[in-house]
T-cell receptor, first 112, second 112 residues
Framework: QKEVEQNSGPLSVPEGAIASLNCTYSDRVSQSFFWYRQYSGKSPELIMSIYSNGDKEDGRFTAQLNKASQYVSLLIRDSQPSDSATYLCAVNKGGSNYKLTFGKGTLLTVNP | SQTIHQWPATLVQPVGSPLSLECTVEGTSNPNLYWYRQAAGRGLQLLFYSVGIGQISSEVPQNLSASRPQDRQFILSSKKLLLSDSGFYLC???????????FGNGTRLTVT
């Protein structure tokens, strides 16, 4: 089982819809969870951090964490064409980020 | 605020040539620093991390090396490049335990 798994996509949604991106992880001791957005040819950009169970909202983005089920998700409301990118899930087992494991990313396409 | 600088942005090098990529961080002291590589169609691979001057940990045995001559400077080197060294090289920093990684703009290396 891969440590961090994401559906590679592509996930295609119409403009204005909700995009739902999912990530599962294998190590129950994981403590910190991050979502990064990576535009084609660019470096990853942090968009959300979440550390405890439940929802965390920031503008149009909501991160959801369920440690019992070992998944973390990212919802993007009112999706815009500018949201089209690859979204990387990253999970930290604890301590410094040399223990940070990235998923391979989900490609999201928002169609005008 | 903290900023991370990475250069050059693109590099084309012949097989067997040396490599030196540099990364500097501003606006923080004693950051943890990281070198990642992202090969085409693949996930982020941690190459090296450093928790202080002269302290380098390697995650993957290969023909690359890293050095940290100053607190906010991290250098990735190779004496002889291989075709398989082609990829997108990313420097990242983080300020402490469980805090997120922040990436530089990356260097796209093509070995010919």
């Amino acid at each position: 089982q891969k440590e961090v798994e994401q559906n590679s996509g592509p996930l295609s949604v119409p403009e204005g819809a909700i995009a739902s991106l999912n990530c599962t992880y294998s190590d129950r001791v994981s403590q910190s969870f991050f979502w990064y957005r990576q535009y084609s040819g660019k470096s990853p950009e942090l968009i959300m951090s979440i550390y405890s169970n439940g929802d965390k909202e920031d503008g149009r983005f909501t991160a959801q964490l369920n440690k019992a089920s070992q998944y973390v998700s990212l919802l993007i409301r009112d999706s815009q064409p500018s949201d089209s990118a690859t979204y990387l899930c990253a999970v930290n087992k604890g301590g410094s980020n040399y223990k940070l494991t990235f998923g391979k990313g989900t490609l999201l396409t928002v169609n005008p | 605020s903290q900023t991370i600088h990475q250069w050059p942005a693109t590099l084309v090098q012949p097989v067997g040539s040396p490599l030196s990529l540099e990364c500097t961080v501003e606006g923080t002291s004693n950051p943890n620093l990281y070198w990642y590589r992202q090969a085409a169609g693949r996930g982020l691979q941690l190459l090296f991390y450093s928790v202080g001057i002269g302290q380098i940990s390697s995650e993957v045995p290969q023909n690359l090396s890293a050095s940290r001559p100053q607190d906010r400077q991290f250098i990735l080197s190779s004496k002889k490049l291989l075709l398989s060294d082609s990829g997108f090289y990313l420097c990242a920093w983080e300020g402490g335990s469980a805090s997120p990684l922040h990436f530089g703009n990356g260097t796209r290396l093509t070995v010919t």
